[in-house]
């Protein structure tokens, strides 16, 4: 067959994996939540008496309900596993049922079990109290650190769910925090609320925002006989689902990559047999093998800060398409050498029409490991 031939399949095939690619990256890049989201009060109602009908409170006691509600005006990531929030949080206390813990001028209701103390943390304070017919509301300015484990495997394709685990501050107490969903214009499923507008978060993009319960058990009873929440205790969550900007990865680290895999792809067309080619081209295999190393330094580089970043994650997504191109160098190089060397056992292989196998199966080979390294992530 011609080269053209040969050339026109290769082309076919390239545009066929880009395509599959992009269909993969598309699919990656969708969210979907996987718990049940709280909307309204009905929704409330309805989860708790499914979790007391399987595990109903110690001594059929009826739990109390405060009515809580948060407002989140900043959120900066210090770290991969640290998110650092500011806003303020509300909660109602009705006359003759929530006095026994209602909190002191210098209290706050609430604890965030999963809050880290730092130096710039401040504690909860009242920002105001204002007079209900049925009791009063208190509401406090807060600043926290929250320590999470996020998965960052899917990078630059992540998603993530900041979520604010809440306890009332009596929690030896029979109390259950319930979302203040009438605080807010709109609490539906595709519904953004409990979040300024205009904040600003950097690499992402506001995506949702929700209330959940989440089942928690602990191994101990704190000290407290007869702990209410020792099983099975549903505990409130505040939930902010962000995604990440892909523009911003794509050109700091896909970018680079695209530009050396093109790069390596032109290096590789000036190999040939034709001295006259060769020389106008400027092909020789040593100089073929220090541009090699040359663009291995480049790759090397550029995942050393992308690990850097990830230090305490695994191996993500993005890192596999590093690690192929160091596979792709290695490739080219050993190619080239037994191309040069006329290698006796391959020298119909890689010699056949000028290394012309070689040079029309790079793309394909490049665009097939990523749609199957894609394929293991999506």
């Known amino acids: 067959?011609?080269?053209?031939?040969?050339?026109?399949?290769?082309?076919?095939?390239?545009?066929?994996?880009?395509?599959?690619?992009?269909?993969?990256?598309?699919?990656?890049?969708?969210?979907?939540?996987?718990?049940?989201?709280?909307v309204d009060h009905q929704a409330v109602v309805s989860a708790l008496d499914e979790i007391w009908m399987v595990h109903p409170p110690a001594n059929?006691?009826?739990?109390?309900?405060?009515?809580?509600?948060?407002?989140?005006?900043?959120?900066?990531?210090?770290?991969?596993?640290?998110?650092?929030?500011?806003?303020?949080?509300?909660?109602?206390?009705?006359?003759?049922?929530?006095d026994a813990f209602k909190p002191a001028e210098n209290e706050a209701g609430f604890i965030f079990p999963e809050q880290v103390m730092t130096g710039s943390d401040i504690p909860p304070s009242l920002a105001y109290r204002y007079k209900t017919e049925n009791g009063e509301v208190l509401g406090w300015y807060f600043e926290a650190t929250l320590r999470q484990n996020f998965d960052y495997d899917k990078y630059p394709f992540d998603h993530k769910t900041v979520w604010i685990r809440?306890?009332?501050?009596?929690?030896?107490?029979?109390?259950?925090?319930?979302?203040?969903?009438?605080?807010?214009?709109?609490?539906?499923?595709?519904?953004?609320?409990?979040?300024?507008?205009?904040?600003?978060?950097?690499?992402?993009?506001?995506?949702?925002?929700?209330?959940?319960?989440?089942?928690?058990?602990?191994t101990t009873n704190f000290g407290i006989p007869?702990?209410?929440?020792?099983?099975?205790?549903?505990?409130?969550?505040?939930n902010i689902v962000i995604k990440r900007k892909f523009s911003n990865a794509f050109t700091i680290y896909l970018l680079p990559l695209l530009l050396v895999a093109t790069l390596l792809f032109a290096a590789l067309l000036t190999v040939s047999?034709?001295?006259?080619?060769?020389?106008?081209?400027?092909?020789?295999?040593?100089?073929?093998m220090g541009a090699c190393?040359?663009?291995?330094?480049?790759?090397?580089?550029?995942?050393?800060?992308?690990r850097e970043k990830f230090a305490a994650a695994g191996v993500v997504y993005i890192e596999y398409f590093y690690i192929l191109m160091y596979g792709l160098l290695v490739a080219a190089t050993a190619n080239t050498y037994l191309f040069s060397v006329r290698a006796p056992i391959l020298a119909r292989v890689v010699c056949y029409q000028d290394n012309l196998i070689a040079k029309v199966a790079y793309w394909?080979?490049?665009?097939?490991?990523?749609?199957?390294?894609?394929?293991?992530?999506s």
Do not use: C
């Open 1 to 38: 067959m011609s080269k053209t031939y040969w050339w026109l399949i290769s082309s076919l095939l390239s545009l066929l994996l880009i395509a599959i690619l992009i269909f993969q990256w598309s699919k990656m890049n969708a969210h979907e939540i996987d718990t049940r989201q709280l």
């Open 60 to 98: 059929d006691s009826s739990p109390l309900y405060i009515k809580t509600g948060l407002f989140i005006q900043s959120l900066n990531f210090s770290n991969s596993s640290d998110v650092n929030l500011s806003g303020y949080l509300w909660q109602h206390y009705e006359d003759g049922v929530h």
């Open 166 to 218: 809440l306890w009332p501050k009596a929690f030896s107490s029979n109390l259950v925090l319930v979302p203040d969903f009438d605080s807010y214009n709109a609490t539906g499923i595709n519904d953004t609320f409990g979040i300024d507008d205009s904040i600003v978060l950097g690499a992402w993009n506001r995506e949702n925002t929700y209330f959940d319960y989440k089942n928690y058990s602990y």
């Open 226 to 238: 007869d702990y209410t929440g020792q099983h099975n205790w549903p505990e409130l969550h505040f």
């Open 273 to 288: 047999e034709d001295d006259t080619k060769a020389n106008r081209l400027g092909f020789n295999a040593s100089g073929f």
């Open 293 to 306: 190393s040359a663009l291995f330094f480049v790759v090397m580089l550029a995942h050393i800060q992308l």
């Open 364 to 377: 394909p080979i490049l665009l097939l490991s990523l749609t199957a390294i894609t394929a293991k992530f």
